[in-house]
């Protein structure tokens, strides 16, 4: 590298995998030694009249993509059906690095109770931010208010305009405020 040349930060995109196809997405990056990162549920499925739990996408069409942005342009151009997420002025959706480790920490749990939401959903400005203190979930912060169909509040964990996960019910001497 000659010495006037900066190096680019990975940073974590939001990214659509247009009809479905998350999953070929995650497996073609993997080839050009690109991380990224599908949340995951399990799922009941019935194949030849038998139930079976089934790992699936938890969101179809979501990816994370954490990558250089120039390396990760010269990527998408021979992965046509892998898209930027944009907001509405235009900008791609770029996750914190912080933030995006806290998602991938509650998300790689596959707690069957774990709930995902679009962020139009939620009202997280209405919550209080806590620290989980006890369980698979120990040390994740979140805010913590009602969630739609639940009787009880949950902490949320939120990726600002893509999506939102709740956590399993927390008993409150588990949670810590943070602020």
């Known amino acids: ?52 739990r089934a790992l699936v996408p938890a969101i179809h069409n979501l990816i994370f993509v954490y990558c250089e942005p120039k390396r990760l342009q010269a990527v998408k151009t021979s992965l046509p059906y892998l898209q930027y997420i944009i907001r509405k002025g235009g900008e791609k959706i770029v996750v914190p690095d912080d933030q995006m480790q806290r998602f991938i920490a509650v998300t790689n749990t596959y707690d069957e109770e774990l ?49 939102a996960v709740a956590l399993a019910t927390i008993r409150p001497d588990q949670l810590e405020v943070i602020g």
Do not use: D, H
């Open 115 to 163: 709930t995902f939401y679009n962020p139009e959903e939620l009202n997280l400005s209405v919550g209080q931010r806590v620290r989980v203190l006890a369980g698979n979930c120990e040390g994740q912060e979140g805010i913590l208010i009602k969630v739609p169909g639940r009787r009880t509040r949950r902490v949320v964990v939120a990726i600002e305009g893509v999506m």
């Open 1 to 52: 590298m000659e010495s006037g040349q900066k190096t680019e930060k990975k940073i974590w995109f939001a990214m659509r995998a247009t009809y479905r196809r998350e999953m070929i997405a995650k497996r073609a990056l993997e080839e050009r030694q690109v991380e990224s990162f599908v949340p995951m549920c399990y799922e009941l499925k019935v194949q030849g009249g038998r139930r079976r």
